[in-house]
């Protein structure tokens, strides 16, 4: 039964990532997506990082969600305080990794978006508005534990009630509308055509994640 949770909808995330090699094998031969270098690097090969970054990301989640919440693993193996530390450092390498890839990318392609880069640069600016307030309200009223899955290792998260405050009185799943915007910021502000793309794809590849384990997880969790 628990290695049928473990699975739970996974075959709707492998079809994603076979979508998504087909896709990105697409863009490779898109001229304005593979255009420049940074440190000898093409951009060909940082286009394919943005999509191998956040699906080593979001498999590592869930496969760190599902064996520890259904199985116990890490913290029978490590502890579960100790378990829980690990995971999140490793998670908060993989969110900064994912921000400074973006700005990578976006230096080795930039200039290759060919269109008015002062109003790209105005709507990388006006992104940074509800990225903040946003980053503000997860830090102040959700918690960075709490981001990282803390309710499927700690005990004392799974009582929880809804966040109130903030962004989150108007928008449910707020960190996932709004802070990844940031991930666009970099592209526009240098004018980057991969850098876009690769954003895009970070962005709609999170709900990926929401539908194929989150969503479930925390149903199973807390109630419907």
């Not at 259904?70 to 029978?76: A, T």
């Not at 995971?87 to 978006?113: D, T």
């Amino acid at each position: 039964m628990h290695r049928q949770k473990i699975f739970y909808r996974q075959q709707y995330h492998l079809l994603a990532i076979i979508i998504s090699v087909i896709g990105f094998n697409i863009l490779d031969n898109v001229s304005a997506f593979t255009y420049g270098q940074l440190w000898s690097i093409d951009t060909t090969l940082w286009l394919w990082l943005g999509m191998i970054i956040p699906v080593v990301h979001q498999i590592y989640v869930w496969l760190a969600w599902r064996l520890e919440y259904h199985e116990q693993l890490i913290s029978r193996t490590l502890g579960t305080e100790r378990g829980f530390q690990i995971y999140f450092i490793i998670f908060m390498f993989f969110m900064i990794a994912r921000f400074v890839y973006s700005i990578l990318i976006a230096i080795a392609n930039q200039g290759s978006l060919g269109g008015n880069s002062l109003l790209f640069q105005i709507l990388g600016l006006i992104i940074l508005i509800p990225v903040v307030i946003t980053m503000y309200a997860v830090i102040n009223y959700f918690g960075l534990k709490r981001a990282a899955g803390a309710d499927h290792f700690l005990e004392d998260y799974r009582h929880l009630g809804k966040v109130e405050g903030g962004i989150y009185d108007y928008v449910d799943n707020a960190m996932y509308w709004f802070a990844l915007l940031v991930l666009f910021v970099p592209a526009l502000l240098l004018d980057s055509a991969a850098g876009l793309i690769t954003a895009a794809y970070s962005y709609v590849y999170i709900w990926v994640h929401y539908y194929t384990v989150e969503s479930p997880d925390l149903e199973e969790i807390f109630g419907n």
